[in-house]
């Protein structure tokens, strides 16, 4: 059972575009939601996170939104570079459980230049 | 600051055998996590261990064992290796200060079981 879910494996888009990457759970108790960016041959690394107090966080070119009562959270980039081209994975985790992290399948974004 | 490090890159065993591998956290972090990411999957938890003791476990076999060192290092074994048990292993090191630590992950150690 998967408790979140990426339904789109891979995402193009022209340079300076945005970038809508999405992302839907099933878990009602999560309350903090990640988004990891992962580059071939290394690790994922920590991009931008929303507590679920929140609906809204930016970062940069990077936001995120939350609609807690869809269940659903979305990474917008803007504008998308070349260098953004990477497996992006969204995570989220429970109060009870902060250090379970739960990472849906990932998208895969390419950003042509 | 030196960050996440594993070792080995890759490794090959045959089906039955055990294997260990190994995590160096990032400087000043007291935690460390261990996730198995298969094929075309996101990294699925596996444990945690902080200060030593293991401290939260996901839906993984007893055959997947861990230890945290004293200088905070981590190793995770692996005994009676199963085919479905390649994957990527990544290791994620955090500092516990509240609730929501951040976790840095390591490139990974790329375990092939035949």
């Known amino acids: 059972d998967q408790q979140v879910k990426q339904n789109s494996p891979s995402l193009s888009v022209q340079e300076g575009r945005i970038s809508i990457l999405n992302c839907d759970y099933t878990n009602s108790m999560f309350d903090y939601f990640l988004w990891y960016k992962k580059y071939p041959a290394e690790g994922p690394t920590f991009l931008i996170s929303?507590?679920?107090?929140?609906d809204k966080n930016e970062d940069g070119r990077f936001t995120v939104f939350l609609n807690k009562s869809a269940k659903h959270l979305s990474l917008h980039i803007v504008p998308s570079q070349p260098g953004d081209s990477a497996v992006y994975f969204c995570a989220a985790s429970a109060e009870t459980s902060y250090d379970k992290v739960i990472f849906g399948p990932g998208t895969s974004l390419s950003v042509i230049p | 600051e030196t960050g996440v490090t594993q070792s080995p890159t890759h490794l090959i065993k045959t089906r039955g055998q055990q294997v260990t591998l190994r995590c160096s956290s990032q400087?000043?972090?007291?935690?460390v996590s261990w996730y198995q990411q298969a094929l075309g999957q996101g990294p699925q938890f596996i444990f945690q261990?902080?200060?030593?003791?293991?401290?939260g476990r996901g839906n993984f076999p007893p055959r997947f064992s861990g230890l945290q060192f004293p200088n905070y290092s981590s190793e995770l074994n692996v005994n009676a290796l199963e085919l479905d048990d390649s994957a990527l292993y990544l290791c994620?090191?955090?500092?516990?200060?509240?609730?929501?630590?951040?976790?840095?992950f390591g490139p990974g150690t790329r375990l092939t079981v035949l």
């Open positions: 994620a090191s955090s500092l516990r200060t509240g609730v929501t630590d951040t976790q840095y």
């Open positions: 261990y902080y200060r030593e003791e293991e401290n």
């Open positions: 929303i507590s679920s107090i929140k």
């Open positions: 400087s000043g972090h007291n935690t």
